[in-house]
């Protein structure tokens, strides 16, 4: 069997999540579900990034005293609201965990060995909101150019690693593995700044409030970077002592796919790969930094009192519209924007009205005009070829693997309109009226029935919800339904004649 190891970024818990951590932990979900489909075995991660200043400062904001209490508590706000969403995560890693203090520990024993850690002194610039290093050019009026304030000038001894050792390897490795960093313009971005403008970086902080120690020099607190990068190796137990746990680490790494959004690019694909390289690990297979979007045109922030809570809006449109919208509206890669009116607008049309009335107006002919039942079917009769054919399977299972989520979708609704032009076409109210046309009447019937379950499948990876609905609908164990490998189940046909259909509501009720 196959495996697929897919992370996002940990999230750092000075807030709760927006609609932006969701949109890559939604992207994350999609792609897991997807490949446990395809059948492979999928190793799906997100976490929280807790060794921050951010954070630290963020619990002193809340009147918090109990550092420790405070991250608790954010943490699990973080999971919940994963859990709300709906995301299937294998593992959710907190850097503040026993085993991730190890694996960093025996990382930076190693890569201090190889000979690539040293000590020096670091002057110049820190942003705490980036929780980066930054140089004058980073800086408007002494202002952090990102966050709007200001950098905190420091001079303190510290270790650094050597991030320039890399430089060569580096490039190698992106222009001999095309797939490495995408989409391409992020690989371009990336290949500049290595050649241009890489240079060694601190990897620790002085006498600082949190932070994991470096291991034989309690005063020095490993950089908060540093340590969040590995996080993807302690979750698949790199740190672990035991034949247990080097299991698991064999088996998964090198992980296929790591997503982030572009804002991180730099760490993930310059520091990161260099780390492992210097620790003698093979790199991931790629490294997909999406796009960021703004809201209604504005930047997402507290102050303009835009920041869109995903649970809150899936409360009202449902988990699988809020999938849905962000994976069409939001072309994956691209930069975009989240519109509250274009959402609306969006599960009126596109779901409520096509692929929910698609629903409702076949279960309720199904009603009427076949004793509530799934229809047996002839034969193939001219002009009720099957909707979902070969080409449908291929375009979507292309789109998916390209991460082209909104073609995915494309091919989906070319399915949803195709059936409700049959239907319109057809005319089954008047099939119905007439013994004669009879046969046709169940081979529509059956081929709009078998259409709506293969559209069960066709959406399971990215609205599950709408599938289970979809399926149960038709009648159909959704247990048994997903049990069957994908292969399997997407052959024309797999509908049995005569199972009693069980219509409920429509799936996606409109909004007023
Ligand atoms: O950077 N549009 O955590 P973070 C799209 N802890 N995506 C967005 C977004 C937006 N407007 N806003 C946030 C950190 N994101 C580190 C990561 S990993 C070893 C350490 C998403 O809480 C996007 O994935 O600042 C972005 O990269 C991430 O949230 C930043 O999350």
Request: hydrophobic share 40%; charged share 25%.
């Amino acid at each position: 069997m196959p495996k697929f190891y897919l992370s996002t970024p940990i999230y750092y818990i000075n807030d709760v999540p927006h609609i932006g951590h969701a949109y890559t932990t939604i992207v994350a979900d999609v792609l897991a579900r997807y490949h446990r489909l395809k059948g492979a075995e999928v190793f799906f991660l997100t976490g929280t990034d807790e060794n921050s200043q951010k954070n630290f400062e963020a619990a002193r904001v809340a009147d918090e005293r109990d550092l420790k209490k405070y991250l608790d508590k954010m943490s699990a706000k973080w999971q919940s609201t994963w859990d709300l969403l709906g995301i299937s995560n294998d593992d959710f890693i907190r850097t503040t965990e026993k085993r991730h203090l190890d694996a960093v520990k025996k990382f930076w024993l190693k890569v201090q060995k190889n000979g690539d850690i040293y000590q020096g002194t670091y002057e110049g610039f820190y942003c705490v909101g980036c929780e980066a290093f930054v140089t004058e050019t980073d800086l408007v009026d002494s202002n952090c150019a990102i966050h709007k304030k200001p950098a905190k000038k420091i001079k303190e001894k510290n270790y650094f690693f050597r991030l320039t050792n890399y430089r060569d390897a580096l490039i190698k490795h992106i222009a001999d593995n095309p797939d490495f960093i995408q989409p391409i313009k992020r690989r371009n971005e990336i290949i500049n700044y290595i050649k241009d403008f890489m240079t060694d970086v601190s990897i620790s902080r002085q006498n600082f409030v949190c932070g994991i120690p470096v291991p034989n020099h309690r005063q020095q607190a490993i950089y908060v970077w540093f340590d969040a990068l590995i996080n993807y190796l302690t979750a698949i137990d790199y740190g672990a002592k035991t034949i247990k746990g080097k299991v698991l680490f064999k088996k998964l790494w090198p992980a296929d796919l790591q997503l982030i959004g572009k804002d991180i690019l730099k760490f993930h694909a310059a520091l990161w790969p260099a780390m492992l390289m210097s620790a003698d690990l093979p790199l991931p297979q790629t490294i997909f930094a999406h796009g960021y979007f703004t809201i209604n045109g504005d930047k997402m922030s507290k102050s303009l009192g835009n920041v869109v809570d995903p649970v809150e809006l899936a409360k009202i449109y449902s988990n699988d519209a809020i999938r849905w919208f962000l994976l069409s509206e939001i072309k994956f890669g691209e930069d975009g924007d989240f519109s509250l009116v274009r959402l609306k607008d969006g599960y009126n049309n596109k779901l409520a009205n096509e692929l929910g009335n698609l629903v409702h107006r076949v279960l309720s002919m199904t009603e009427k005009y076949c004793d509530n039942k799934v229809p047996k079917f002839s034969a193939a009769a001219e002009g009720l070829d099957p909707l979902c054919e070969i080409d449908i399977w291929r375009d979507f299972e292309s789109a998916m693997d390209h991460f082209r989520f909104d073609e995915a979708l494309g091919v989906i609704w070319k399915v949803v309109a195709t059936a409700n032009q049959l239907i319109d076409k057809e005319k089954p109210w008047d099939l119905a009226k007439n013994d004669n046309t009879r046969g046709r009447l169940n081979d529509l019937m059956y081929n709009l029935l078998e259409t709506l379950r293969q559209l069960g499948w066709l959406l399971l990876p990215i609205m599950p919800e709408t599938a289970e609905k979809i399926w149960t609908q038709l009648g159909l164990s959704i247990e048994k339904e997903k049990a069957k490998a994908m292969d399997k189940a997407k052959i024309w046909g797999g509908l049995r004649a005569e199972i009693k259909i069980i219509k409920g509501e429509p799936i996606f009720p409109k909004i007023v």
